[in-house]
């Protein structure tokens, strides 16, 4: 089982443990080797086979606050980022601790936000910037902060990799970078300042398009400007796609698009819904209020 040297003796099957440790608030999902990773308000947590195992720093991590998480089946790896700047590679028998963006002088938050696995790298979005990770030295490589409008730092929340091209939501609107120019360099940096996407959440491939998530409409890239895809029935938290189906996640359901209509598949059996994993016909959700949430052919089962 994943990370069974750092949890021997921790393994909890569902609904029948004590722990002083806090389920509620689910943050963040990952998945792989068929385990969920649920990042909570004061730790994270994974669940395979109706056991339960909490990883914490008596177990070699380097915080509770975990901002960003995503597993790579290859190199088999966990990584975790959190609101300090701090990044953890998590192994089957070690972790790697890379504080390299905690320890950026700046009086300002570090946070680490999303990460795009692309070949041997991960880019890493910031709130001071972009980093990049070489999975092979376990090293932050690259650094690029100034490249927002005129050269202005940039906090980054979401990235996506398009066509060999780095695109980026920003506090400055969308950018975007062909990856084989000089990233340093703002003046390579596209700059979209589209005044009709508020709020954008993600940046996703539907079928052949770059689509942004906004806060009522979906946007697809039309050369240079994004246009108006459809209206949302109501405003999304989270989109993943798998087997070329896409789901979206609100506060309180989930939906399917289908023929190019977004449609309810589950709704009302959650309170706060911040992320989502599908498997099949399985359905993970990370509430805000009632932790890891799992539906199976309509049973729900709160972790």
Not at 4 to 15: A, C, D, N, W
Not at 31 to 44: D, K, Q, R, S, V
């Amino acid at each position: 089982m994943f990370l069974q040297s750092f949890l021997k003796g921790q393994q909890m099957v569902i609904g029948s443990w004590e722990s002083h440790f806090s389920y509620a608030e689910g943050r963040l999902l990952a998945t792989g080797n068929g385990t969920i990773f649920c990042a909570a308000a004061h730790g994270l947590f994974t669940v395979k086979n109706d056991v339960l195992e909490v990883i914490d720093k008596n177990k070699g991590l380097s915080g509770v606050s975990v901002s960003a998480l995503i597993f790579l089946e290859e190199p088999q790896v966990l990584l975790i980022g959190y609101q300090d700047g701090i990044i953890d590679l998590v192994y089957t028998d070690h972790v790697v601790s890379i504080q390299t963006v905690s320890n950026i002088e700046m009086i300002t938050s570090k946070s680490i936000n999303d990460f795009v696995h692309h070949g041997n790298h991960i880019y890493i979005a910031t709130d001071i910037g972009i980093a990049l990770l070489d999975l092979r030295t376990e090293e932050i490589s690259d650094f690029y902060s100034e490249i927002g409008p005129n050269g202005s730092v940039v906090s980054v929340q979401d990235l996506f990799v398009y066509n060999d091209s780095l695109f980026a939501i920003s506090n400055e609107g969308i950018l975007a970078s062909h990856l084989n120019t000089n990233l340093f360099d703002f003046n390579n940096w596209e700059f979209y300042q589209e005044k009709s996407i508020h709020n954008p959440v993600r940046i996703f491939k539907l079928s052949n398009d770059l689509v942004v998530l906004g806060e009522d409409y979906l946007f697809k890239k039309s050369n240079d400007t994004w246009d108006t895809l459809l209206v949302l029935p109501e405003a999304m938290n989270q989109v993943t796609s798998i087997n070329q189906n896409t789901y979206f996640l609100s506060d309180q359901a989930v939906y399917k698009m289908t023929e190019g209509v977004i449609v309810p598949l589950i709704k009302d059996r959650f309170k706060s819904g911040h992320d989502l994993v599908v498997s099949g016909e399985v359905f993970w959700i990370a509430d805000g209020d009632l932790g890891l949430i799992n539906i199976t052919k309509g049973i729900d089962q709160q972790v």
